[in-house]
């Protein structure tokens, strides 16, 4: 016999080149098998359009019919309105409601408006008007949403109304204040003049009557007695003879003179004295022009903070809507950023039921399949383990999940115009993790049954509570506490809640530790159990 | 005296209360084509399976070249191949990735599995058809591209699961010739199959396998021996019913009957008179025979006697 060369490898517990070569082949048989691919592919996508629309979405583009009786700038912005909605979709102008009527019964249109005469000139004038709304009862689901939005849509005008209003009122209290603030300062202008004048003169005339009494005092003193005696300068240099006659008139009528002239200062002292009690009273006005400028900056406050307020309240309750259209029915704001609607929180767990259900449908061919097809048992009869074997298939499926799902997270930001808040890296890591425990659940399956048929069967024990108790269609808080209680013992609820927390809320890794942790203990719990299961033995 | 290659000792399976292969010894020699007979359920797949690692036996020991079942599953995988009763590829694969796919799972060096899925797709006429996926292929081209991924490691011993079942002539002739080959390169060779024919042209050595029992075991002409105390005569009449066979079997003289393609062959003991007294009992049954003579046995007709049933029952 021809000896016989040894060509084949010992067989090592874990073979990297084996595992390769096992992912090369899972990905050729993948990528080749059409029939299969394209579902795998397209089923996910599938699944998140019609999750995504379906769950916790209203119906759309609800055919309308419109009569605007009115035609002036605010019905055309209402209908302005009414068409950026999605929900709605304007098929006709009407001219009158039984035209209206006839297409509601025939079908056409679910819902008719009906915009009043004279509506912009009733709002202008603070009158109440109203928007009627006819709604065909036929779809509650349709009606509700009709109702719903357009008591949204007309709130929503109103309101543009009323806020242009109060725009208009405050500009206008604006411009008195304007006008209150240069009053006053002007004033305090005013009074600081006078202050610093009256000062100025008082004590101008302080010193002006300092000299006026000494002089006073010095001309009383040169009356008695009257030696020397006081002559004009005149008297002096004429040197004419002094009789009685010609000295002592001219000094009567000098003493007279001098006489005059004290009185005369006397009356200007006086005066002075009066004038100083003036220019005091004059500093004590600037005191209380002080004080009032104080009151007026308090009035003010007062004004600015209590005043216009007030003004405005009961400006903005004329005007209100309830005077004009409905009353407010729907005023719920989310409670994590702005512009998220109630589908943004859905869509995480409509990714993480996706992502299971994906991955759970693909490894049906992975050990079933192949077990039933034979080739498994051909990679049996090769010298390579069950851990490389394992890991080698659940290598391949886990990295197509995670491009798969990152595919789909594509797919849903561009669909439903989601941002993501948190880090890429986040969403990754939680991707991985939860791929892992989703395939190595589907691996776990696969491995107990030896067709695909009866993995179909046993594939949905975990499929179906999975789709229901997902979140996606229904709210696990509304359910029963049992199936609650069972919602928790699915990974779909964890890979959801740490979804969630990363995409909307922008929550760190750190922040959504609970439920990665969760997800890694069924990883962990998940590729046990399969190491335990997968048998090399064929039946 | 050529070695025992595979060696079993008590070899049994039971499934619950099955039993399906029930304590059987079986000596392999290396370099023999080892055929192992036998009908549906009979427990020759199992058999095969435990002796390739597949299923764990209940019982009983194995050796195989020179390696214990038991202990050693991943040092026997290496020496062995097995052409599984399906295709067992991948269809999505082409013959050559299905090859290297293969050939990688058994560790062989890049350049030897290129150069070994070269020599194999030509051994066995696929070149041509290496870049087209397999699951296209006819049964005959399946089976023989299943073949060549069984010998990619060049093993020592090759199990050959009913290889050319529901195969046409040519492609049996085909997977024949290229077993034939192996083996004259010093390939041992278990071959299981229905065909009796088959059997007795390439098998060296042939195990009749009934009930999870080795029922006969030795060359085909040892075989053939085991019944030559009985004789068997054939006859031709015009309209052969299971009445007359039951009413056959009854006679005291009659050891055996059966219908074998339109003629009744019977078993006698004594070859003595045999002739009247057949001719004489179709008479009573208003039956004209056309004719009546001594036949060889074949390992069919062996097969039939000792299992009493039709191979393809």
């Known amino acids: 016999m021809a000896k016989r060369k040894n060509i084949v490898e010992k067989e090592k517990l874990l073979d990297y080149r084996k595992m390769w070569a096992i992912f090369q082949k899972n990905f050729v048989v993948i990528t080749r098998d059409k029939t299969r691919f394209l579902p795998l592919l397209l089923f996910p996508i599938f699944m998140i359009v019609v999750f995504g629309y379906t769950s916790g979405t209203a119906p759309k583009h609800i055919s309308m019919g419109v009569i605007d009786y009115d035609n002036s700038p605010l019905s055309s912005s209402i209908i302005q309105e009414i068409s950026n909605s999605d929900t ?67 709130n929503k005008v109103s309101y543009g109304i009323g806020a242009k209003k109060i725009e208009i009122f405050q500009s206008s209290v604006g411009e008195a204040g304007n006008q209150l603030n240069a009053y006053i300062s002007q004033n305090v202008n005013s009074y600081g003049t006078i202050a610093s004048k009256t000062s100025a003169a008082d004590s101008t005339l302080m010193s002006a009557k300092e000299i006026i009494d000494y002089n006073v005092m010095a001309l009383s003193k040169s009356l008695s007695p009257p030696s020397p005696l006081f002559f004009p300068s005149s008297y002096k240099n004429n040197n004419v003879n002094y009789s009685a006659s010609t000295v002592i008139v001219p000094i009567t009528a000098a003493y007279s003179a001098t006489q005059a002239q004290i009185a005369s200062l006397s009356g200007a002292s006086a005066l002075m004295a009066a004038s100083s009690g003036n220019i005091h009273s004059a500093g004590s006005i600037a005191a209380q022009s002080d004080a009032a400028y104080q009151q007026t900056h308090e009035y003010q406050y007062y004004y600015d903070n209590v005043v216009v307020p007030e003004q405005q309240i009961s400006n903005f309750k004329n005007y209100n809507t309830n005077a004009l259209l409905q009353p407010l029915s729907y005023n719920e704001k989310p409670a994590y950023g702005t512009g998220k609607q109630a589908i943004d929180f859905l869509i995480p767990s409509i990714i993480a039921l996706t992502i299971f259900q ?18 498994l048992t051909r990679v049996f009869l090769t010298p390579t383990s069950n851990v490389t074997i394992i890991l080698g ?23 439903f115009h989601i941002k993501i808040e948190g880090s890429l890296i986040a969403i990754g890591a939680i991707l991985v993790v939860y791929a892992g425990v989703s395939t190595g659940i589907g691996m776990f ?46 990974p779909v609820t964890y890979a959801g809640d740490a979804l969630r927390g990363v995409m909307i809320k922008g929550f760190s890794l750190a922040t959504i530790w609970y439920p990665l942790l969760m997800l890694c203990i069924f990883l962990a719990v998940t590729l046990g159990a399969v190491f335990m299961v997968f048998k090399r033995e064929i039946d | 005296m050529r070695e025992n290659i595979i060696e079993t000792k008590g070899l049994t399976k039971r499934f619950g209360k099955f039993t399906a292969v029930a304590g059987i010894n079986l000596q392999i020699k290396e370099g023999e084509i080892f055929g192992f007979l036998g009908p549906n359920g009979a427990g020759k797949t199992t058999t095969i399976n435990m002796l390739t690692t597949l299923i764990k036996p209940t019982a009983g020991q194995v050796a195989i070249g020179g390696y214990d079942l038991a202990k050693q599953g991943s040092e026997i995988r290496a020496i062995i191949g097995v052409v599984p009763q399906t295709f067992s590829l991948f269809p999505e694969l082409t013959p050559e990735e299905n090859l290297s796919y293969i050939g990688q799972l058994y560790g062989m060096v890049p350049e030897k599995i290129k150069q070994r899925t070269k020599e194999l797709l030509e051994t066995v006429s696929l070149y041509d058809h290496r870049g087209r996926i397999s699951g296209i292929f006819s049964g005959g081209m399946k089976q023989r591209l299943s073949l060549a991924a069984s010998i990619m490691s060049s093993p020592k011993i090759l199990f050959m699961d009913e290889p050319t079942t529901g195969l046409d002539p040519q492609s049996r002739i085909a997977i024949r010739e290229l077993t034939e080959k192996l083996n004259s390169e010093g390939m041992t060779i278990v071959y299981t199959t229905h065909d009796m024919e088959e059997a007795e042209k390439i098998c060296d050595t042939i195990n009749i396998m009934d009930k999870g029992n080795i029922i006969a075991k030795g060359t085909d002409i040892e075989i053939k021996h085991m ?40 078993y006698v003991k004594n070859k003595e008179g045999v002739f009247y007294k057949l001719t004489d009992f179709m008479h009573t049954r208003n039956q004209k025979v056309n004719e009546i003579r001594f036949k060889e046995h074949s390992l069919e007709d062996v097969f039939i006697h000792l299992t009493k049933k039709d191979l393809r029952d």
């Open chain 1, 358 to 375: 994906g991955a759970v449908m693909g490894m049906g061919r992975a050990v079933a399949g192949e077990k039933r097809e034979g080739s």
């Open chain 1, 88 to 154: 709605f979709s304007i098929k006709k102008m009407l001219s009158t409601e039984g035209e209206g009527k006839k297409l509601m019964d025939r079908g056409d249109i679910s819902v008719l408006v009906e915009i009043p005469p004279n509506l912009e000139r009733d709002v202008n004038n603070g009158i109440p008007a109203s928007i009627t709304v006819l709604v065909d009862e036929s779809d509650s689901s349709v009606a509700g949403t009709s109702k719903q939005m357009l008591n949204l849509i007309i």
């Open chain 2, 227 to 266: 019944i030559k105390e009985d004789h068997l005569v054939e006859i031709e009449i015009a309209n052969p019913t299971k009445e007359i066979i039951s009413e056959l079997k009854k006679l005291p003289f009659v050891v055996n009957a059966h219908l074998e393609k339109g003629l009744i062959n019977v």
């Open chain 1, 445 to 490: 399956l696969s491995s107990l049954v030896n067709t695909e048929q009866q993995y179909m069967g046993v594939s949905m024990l975990v499929s179906m509570p999975t789709l229901f108790l997902a979140g996606a269609f229904f709210p696990i808080e509304s359910m029963p506490k049992f199936l609650q209680g069972l919602a928790g013992l699915l």
């Open chain 1, 393 to 415: 298939t659940l290598l391949f499926y886990i990295i197509f999940e995670v491009f798969r799902s990152s595919f789909l997270i594509l797919i849903a930001m561009s669909l």
